[in-house]
């Protein structure tokens, strides 16, 4: 067999995917402040605390694409590579709450800074794309590929001073709305740019599917409703445990 497969989005999924983008991107504004504001264990935990969170929303909005990326035969996920790539999504996530927190950051940090998010956020989701397991051989559009790595820098580079720009957290609430906006659009542009630079040709040969599973509708559900509820935890514990100290000077 080597026919091209079809494939189609769940509509509604999709923009589920952009709404978790969003929230994921108020919550990397939000942090910002705080982080900047912490000392010593206090601010290491609001980076890995915001990390973790925020690795968690980039990466199930990626999932929650990938789910809504309906083709006509099963596909399963192989589950250590799907951890992989949240890995991923969670260390560039550490890596932009570190630069941004900084004491002074200059020009050099935001664009170290940034190539090291685009190719942690590169990294998650081709790691997410290699988890899948289908009775089918990829094909890949480099074209598509190498602009969908140009996009998570533009990304990147986009979310490092929106961020760097709200680590004061006096910032005007509606405008910190609007950036998390501008973000949680970006963001999903990165991710279905790469997925249009697959596609499918159906084969015989049988995938392995060691250590893989089916996620269904409700699997996904419980996912979504897992990241939320550590987005807005963290957002709760901001305004619970907010530092008293005054955010650190900043050098663009």
Not at 33 to 60: P, Q
Not at 89 to 110: K, N, T, Y
Not at 167 to 184: E, P, T, W
Request: with cysteine; glycine share 6%.
């Amino acid at each position: 067999m080597n026919s091209t497969l079809i494939a189609t989005y769940d509509i509604p999924l999709v923009a589920l995917s952009v709404l978790i983008a969003i929230a994921s991107s108020y919550t990397a504004l939000d942090v910002a402040g705080r982080v900047t504001a912490a000392r010593n264990n206090a601010r290491v935990a609001w980076i890995v605390g915001g990390a973790v969170a925020m690795g968690t929303g980039i990466w199930s909005m990626h999932f929650t694409g990938m789910v809504a990326y309906h083709l006509p035969i099963a596909v399963y996920y192989h589950v250590p590579t799907v951890i992989l790539s949240l890995v991923a999504a969670i260390a560039a996530s550490l890596v932009a709450l570190f630069v941004v927190s900084r004491e002074h950051v200059g020009f050099v940090h935001v664009v170290a800074g940034s190539l090291l998010i685009a190719t942690g956020v590169s990294a998650m989701h081709y790691i997410g794309m290699d988890a899948m397991r289908l009775r089918a051989m990829h094909h890949w559009d480099a074209t598509f590929v190498v602009l969908s790595v140009a996009i998570a820098i533009m990304v990147a580079l986009a979310a490092l001073g929106l961020t760097f720009m709200f680590r004061d957290d006096k910032q005007d609430k509606v405008l910190k709305g609007v950036c998390a906006l501008i973000m949680g659009f970006a963001i999903p542009a990165m991710h279905y740019t790469a997925m249009a630079a697959v596609s499918y040709s159906a084969m015989d040969q049988e995938p392995d599917l060691s250590n893989a599973i089916d996620i269904s509708s409700f699997g996904n559900t419980i996912i979504v409703m897992v990241t939320f509820a550590v987005l807005g935890s963290v957002f709760v514990l901001q305004r619970v445990f907010a530092p008293a100290t005054k955010p650190l000077p900043t050098e663009a």
